[in-house]
């Protein structure tokens, strides 16, 4: 994959037009994104000028300028609001999703006239349960420190989920960890919010094992490859 990835969910509306870029590949001069943080902070591209001068990991665009999000393992989620025509860029890692980043980027989308009905949801390329080692400790003190309820939606398993759409090896264990599915989660949080199945779409595609070579920072910690940055952007026409 070194092509662009486009959400079939969101390429349905003639009034957005968005994009997962390939790894490396810069976005287009004008597009809006902040200093992201693993906060859970989510800002109005009014306030989000110049770009990087505010710290804040979602961000929702009421013009006609891209918002965007940087990832290599983390969640780029994008956001379609069908009733206010309001966009949303969203960086999901763990510890923003478990902050709340995805909850707020909702609930501030529902403050300005969105439903969750209303609300169309792409979840892009992102390192998948097929990679994603996390400690058992991490896993402990996520549940013990749930300010958002979100134990319940965790799903992780004692051994890497076969990817059989890999195109490259699967990580190996370096942790004796677990293996998390993090867009699992952040599809769980939006339907906990109300937001129909069918208006959630999980990519499937691995930055570790199916993405660009360089897409991973995880796979870069374990070959010394390099990694590189995917913008991930969504515009108002
Ligand atoms: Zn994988």
Redesign the pocket.
């Known amino acids: 994959m070194s092509s662009p990835y486009f959400s079939p969910l969101l390429s349905r509306f003639d009034w957005l037009d968005h994009a997962f870029m390939a790894a490396g590949e810069r976005p287009a001069a004008g597009t809006r994104y902040n200093q992201q943080r693993h906060s859970a902070r989510v800002i109005l591209d009014v306030d989000a000028l110049p770009v990087k001068s505010q710290d804040a990991d979602g961000l929702i665009g009421t013009g006609q300028d891209a918002v965007a999000i940087y990832t290599a393992d983390c969640l780029p989620i994008l956001l379609a609001d069908s009733r206010q025509q309001q966009v949303a860029a969203v960086h999901g890692g763990l510890k923003g999703i478990l902050g709340g980043v995805l909850i707020n980027a909702i609930t501030h989308l529902c403050e300005r006239g969105a439903t969750p009905d209303s609300l169309f949801i792409a979840i892009g390329p992102a390192?998948?349960p097929?990679?994603y080692e996390l400690g058992q400790d991490v896993i402990d003190r996520a549940e013990q420190d749930d300010p958002h309820h979100l134990a319940a939606l965790m799903s992780w398993s004692a051994t890497p989920w076969p990817?059989p759409a890999?195109v490259r090896s699967?990580a190996q264990g370096t942790t004796a960890g677990v293996w998390f599915d993090l867009p699992l989660l952040a599809k769980r949080i939006a339907l906990r919010a109300g937001v129909p199945e069918e208006q959630i779409e999980l990519s499937q595609i691995?930055t570790?094992?199916?993405a660009e070579e360089q897409a991973s920072y995880r796979r870069n910690s374990h070959v010394q490859q390099g990694y590189q940055q995917r913008f991930s952007w969504i515009a108002r026409r």
């Open positions: 390192i998948g097929c990679c990817n890999s699967q691995c570790y094992c199916m």
